[in-house]
């Protein structure tokens, strides 16, 4: 990467060359700010092969399955490599294609690519398999050396877990929970849920403490809040009716004005 950006006059490499930092640093785990980078170094420098790379690989993992083709084709016509082959066809697959992905999985780059890339070929072709409804022929896509090898090597995870999949969409429970189990012993990055599958298969069910906890301290929250409001709406009454008393106190008392006393009655008879 370092030799394609040298093509370019020295600070111009490195802004592009810090997008695509970015573009690494984000890709997994946000994908979205991850690809406006990308955009960014694309508008830099369009004609260099390991940019297209990195804009179609952003866009790819944010399902723009159309641009990220677009730019792995791009890449590839600069380079002449055909590692990108299995990407770019599971992009076709992206698209509601997967007979063209499985066309690409029968063509003479196969042969070129590493061992590496060939078990994603198969992955791919088996994936597409799966979308045309062909659950059997999948099974038989992915057994191969590969899979029956008992070498742990990067990919050993992944296959043995879509050899799983595949399996268990066939009805081969029991042969599936086997496969699962293998792919866990295989997995060292944690690239798959191979556990969490075969905890389903057993019938365990997981609670996440995590959620429950948020839950709960939400709902005391919400108690605190609810009762903090009551006292509020308590005291304020309180308050008033302490005001009411207090300016009765206050408020002199008007004395009743005494009426004249009635003048006495003659007394007729005396007079």
């Not at 946000?30 to 390991?50: C, F, G, K, T, W």
């Not at 605190?224 to 005291?235: G, I, N, P």
Request: proline share 4%; glycine share 4%; with cysteine.
């Amino acid at each position: 990467m370092r030799q394609e950006l040298m093509s370019l006059p020295k600070g111009l490499a490195e802004e592009v060359a810090r997008n695509l930092v970015m573009v690494a640093n984000l890709l997994d785990e946000d994908p979205e700010q991850a690809y406006a980078y990308s955009r960014i170094a694309l508008r830099l420098a369009s004609r260099v092969a390991a940019v297209r790379e990195a804009a179609g690989f952003a866009s790819y993992a944010t399902a723009k399955y159309s641009e990220a083709l677009a730019e792995f084709r791009a890449a590839r016509r600069m380079t002449g490599s055909v590692e990108l082959w299995p990407v770019m066809a599971d992009c076709e697959r992206g698209m509601g294609r997967p007979e063209r992905a499985l066309a690409m999985a029968g063509e003479p780059e196969v042969n070129k690519l590493d061992k590496a890339g060939q078990v994603e070929m198969r992955l791919v072709a088996a994936g597409a398999r799966k979308d045309m409804g062909q659950a059997d022929a999948a099974v038989v896509t992915l057994q191969s050396p590969e899979l029956a090898s008992n070498s742990v090597q990067p990919w050993t995870a992944r296959l043995r877990y879509a050899y799983a999949d595949a399996l268990l969409d066939v009805g081969r429970e029991t042969e599936a929970r086997e496969w699962f189990a293998k792919a866990l012993e295989a997995d060292q990055g944690g690239q798959t849920d191979a556990s969490d599958r075969l905890a389903e298969l057993d019938g365990v069910e997981f609670t996440d403490a995590l959620v429950e906890s948020d839950d709960e301290a939400a709902e005391e929250t919400a108690t605190m809040e609810t009762a903090v409001e009551e006292a509020e709406v308590q005291a304020e009454a309180e308050a008033e009716v302490q005001a009411e008393v207090t300016e009765s106190a206050e408020k002199p008392v008007e004395k009743p004005a005494v009426e004249p006393a009635e003048a006495p009655k003659a007394d007729d008879d005396k007079s």
